[in-house]
């Protein structure tokens, strides 16, 4: 428990109400959480799939630690609408002009 000397002098801890209400002043609100699902299917779009615990009951992702390149150690660029195609045409475009 606590140090006597770091309680105020009127405290008295040897009661039994008291372990009760500061252990039952730390426990949330009822209603107000949202439902926890401690076993949530994580899927990724790589098809690696886990569980973990959430307050959503399935998740789909597109990037998880199988496929990170942070985590597999190998490059990988993530094509967001076409920019990786839009910038290897410019790209080839001025290379190609540059040699003219």
Known sequence: ?????????DVDISKESYIIETTNSHMPKKEIHPQ???????????????NIGSTKESMEIEVCSACHSFYTG?????????QVQKFKERLSKKQSSKKK
């Open 36 to 50: 926890y699902f401690p076993n949530s299917k994580i899927s990724c779009s790589c098809g690696n799939s886990f």
């Open 74 to 82: 190998k490059e990988k660029m993530v094509d967001a609408m076409g």
């Open 1 to 9: 428990m606590f140090p006597s000397s770091l309680l105020p002098p």
